[in-house]
């Protein structure tokens, strides 16, 4: 029986005529060296949807219950007049009605910005991230709490083995796995910590081979793909590396073909997107805007449609037949966007 081709596997049979040269690049998308991603704008496309109430940057968007809920974040609208505080808001957006409403804010005592999120069974947990504002004298403190959220509020979980903000999570088969981030900014770390929710209890598992933070994850097949960052000198990653739960191990992968931090991912359709991103050097705005795709089944990553608006910092989620990217920075550093792009590949 025939089967459609994926969006990658689609956007390179365009270019057969051009096979021998995009083979030699490394593919239609990046190759080894991560430096060969087709430079037209690729296929997708994106819309605008109702703005997030309060712009933001470092929050976390989470798809549960057939909505997006985005947490916490940075602002730069703050009770004290100072240029940037922390934020505990946790707003809902409904897609049929394309509106936000307020949710539960932030617990007590978790974190509020660099935030590990991941879902169970329509379930939010909260694993960790930063308090308090870098201000050139003071650095941001790690959180090792852990918290849910369901029907009846925000429950306190076990604590996470180490504190570290900017981290990323993913749930697969009912388990919890948080893997980078850092203990200050910057920082890289590579361990790996997986969660059950049932036994409230954590457990180590192997070691990302790349220590970054401001990464990004999906799961694809099962299993959790890592991607991006900056490492500990907060210079930019491309690196993709996939890990098995099963085997608990972890493959390298095709690298992305623009390194970036702060960028956002979401999973769709088997294919693992990588949204937007910062880089630390070089002139402003010091941003992307680039959307790049990997299927597993094809081996490489492809360009699709950049977001209208570039940014860092941003929350992506995945919802029904689309992807969801909230709010972020514009420019690189404490910047502020409440806009809300939807992207359909």
């Known amino acids: 029986m025939m089967t459609s081709p994926s969006p990658i ?20 998308g990046g190759g080894p060296e991560g430096a060969s991603l087709d430079p037209s704008p690729g296929p997708g496309s994106w819309r605008a949807a109702a703005p997030l109430p309060s712009a933001r940057f470092e929050g976390y968007a989470a798809a549960a219950g057939g909505r997006i809920t985005f947490l916490g974040g940075i602002t730069d609208v703050c009770a004290d007049g100072s240029a940037a505080c922390e934020s505990d808001r946790v707003d809902v957006y409904d897609p049929a009605a394309d509106a936000w409403t307020a949710g539960p804010a932030l617990p007590p005592g978790g974190p509020r910005h660099h935030l590990a999120v991941a879902v169970v ?41 180490i504190a570290r903000g900017a981290a990323t999570a993913q749930a697969i088969a009912g388990l919890v796995y948080v893997v980078g981030g850092g203990t200050r900014e910057p920082d890289a770390r590579s361990d790996l910590y997986v969660y059950d929710p049932v036994a409230d209890a954590w457990r180590a598992g192997r070691a990302m081979p790349t220590a970054r933070e401001h990464l990004a994850s999906c799961v694809v097949g099962g299993k959790l793909l890592a991607v991006g960052g900056w490492d500990g000198d907060k210079q930019t990653l491309g690196a993709a590396e996939l890990y098995d ?19 956002g991912a979401a999973a769709l359709g088997g294919v ?45 989620a995945a919802l029904g037949a689309e992807i969801f990217a909230v709010a972020g920075g514009p420019v690189r550093g404490n910047s502020y966007d409440a806009a809300v792009e939807v992207f359909a590949p």
């Open 9 to 28: 596997e689609a956007r390179c049979a365009g270019k057969l005529a051009l096979a021998a040269l995009t083979l030699a690049l490394g593919g239609c």
């Open 121 to 161: 069974d329509d379930r939010i947990y909260l694993l960790g991230g930063f308090v308090g504002i870098l201000d050139g004298s003071a650095n941001f403190g790690p959180v090792a709490a852990t918290f849910v959220l369901d029907a009846g509020g925000w429950r306190q979980l076990a604590d996470q083995p």
């Open 245 to 263: 739960p099963a085997s608990d191990v972890w493959t390298t992968l095709p690298p992305l073909g623009k390194p970036r931090g702060g960028l």
């Open 272 to 316: 693992c997107y990588a949204v937007g991103g910062e880089q630390w050097v070089g002139p402003l705005p010091g941003t992307f805007a680039d959307t790049e795709g990997y299927d597993p089944a094809v081996g490489r990553w492809a360009s699709f449609a950049p977001m209208p608006t570039r940014r860092h910092g941003l929350g992506l």
